[in-house]
């Protein structure tokens, strides 16, 4: 049985990244010995080595390289499960922990409100989080409920998927170098700068989008370069140094960084599909009340949308 605390994660973590001891001594306010001693506990308990040590560097072993690409959610984990601890011992009367990249559909506002009203002393805790990550922060129990897009699920077989709404696409460019963008913009946009991607993922319709634009430019081939993230990715449009395709929504949400225009992409016949996840083996009666509220006012939508084709 393991017994890794958040002090030495964290040690391990931030030793991982910079591949300095000296430096995670400083940054700590602790010895080199203290760290040291933490490191070699932690490779004793799971009973591998994690790090190779060449006088003042050192370099992650497979092993350490296998724990620092869990290490965030670890860590994450803890910190939950310390809080939710300590929360519990002075009598909560329950925690809601929900997570989104941004306002994806009327659903979340509308049911926080309804749990809130239904639970009036539960804390309630909202926090935006990158949507590709957002399947293994529910898997790992940082978030009880998430909502993002349904190809950036993997289809973990723990977690439900509920759809809950669709979103289109849109074209973010710098607006230093196109400030008025429109879809006459796309042939210059994609013929002077490279198109931006993130490099984890790459869901069928992005083919689609490539296609078109290709169509747009007159070109064979698109010039692409791939970053870690879609934060990267809107990041590195704002510096000027290409465009991006991101949803609609999340779009949105960067209308306040001026050096960022769009161009929304809705009759390229691509649309992404919200959905919320949550734990299949849940027993939490807060978690299966939000779900249910869900749950109804996808109902009561679907039943206004009938009607009104009725009508």
Do not use: W
């Not at 391990?12 to 080199?32: D, P």
């Not at 196109?178 to 931006?196: G, H, M, R, T, Y």
């Not at 010039?223 to 609609?248: C, H, K, M, R, W």
């Not at 992409?265 to 734990?279: G, H, N, Q, R, V």
Request: aromatic share 12%; glycine share 6%; net charge neutral.
């Amino acid at each position: 049985m393991l017994f890794m605390n958040l002090e030495t994660l964290r040690y391990f973590q931030y030793i991982a990244k910079y591949r300095n001891i000296t430096k995670a001594s400083k940054y700590f306010f602790v010895s080199q010995s203290t760290l040291s001693r933490n490191i070699i506990a932690l490779e004793t308990e799971l009973g591998v080595k994690l790090f190779e040590r060449n006088n003042k560097k050192v370099d992650l072993t497979e092993a350490g390289e296998a724990l620092y690409g869990e290490c965030d959610m670890l860590i994450r984990h803890l910190e939950i499960v310390t809080k939710n601890v300590q929360l519990a011992g002075k009598g909560s009367a329950g925690v809601l922990k929900i997570t989104s990249p941004g306002k994806l559909c009327y659903m979340l506002s509308v049911a926080l409100l309804l749990i809130r009203q239904k639970y009036p002393s539960i804390k309630l805790i909202v926090e935006s989080y990158e949507f590709n990550e957002i399947p293994s922060a529910i898997l790992y129990g940082i978030y009880n409920v998430g909502f993002t897009y349904d190809f950036a699920f993997p289809g973990y077989e723990e977690l439900e998927s509920i759809p809950v709404g669709t979103d289109d696409f849109s074209l973010i460019v710098p607006s230093k170098l196109f400030k008025n963008p429109s879809k006459e913009s796309i042939a210059d946009i994609v013929n002077s700068l490279p198109l931006i991607l993130p490099s984890y993922i790459e869901p069928p319709f992005m083919k689609l989008f490539i296609h078109k634009l290709q169509s747009y430019a007159g070109i064979r081939q698109i010039n692409t370069t791939y970053v870690n993230t879609t934060e990267s990715a809107v990041f590195d449009v704002s510096l000027g140094l290409g465009y991006s395709i991101v949803p609609a929504s999340l779009t949105k949400a960067k209308t306040s960084d001026q050096n960022i225009s769009y161009i929304t992409l809705d009759d390229f016949s691509a649309k992404s599909t919200i959905i919320m996840l949550y734990k299949k083996a849940n027993s939490s009666e807060l978690v299966n009340s939000f779900v249910d509220i869900v749950k109804n006012l996808l109902q009561k939508k679907i039943l206004g949308e009938l009607i009104f084709q009725k009508g």
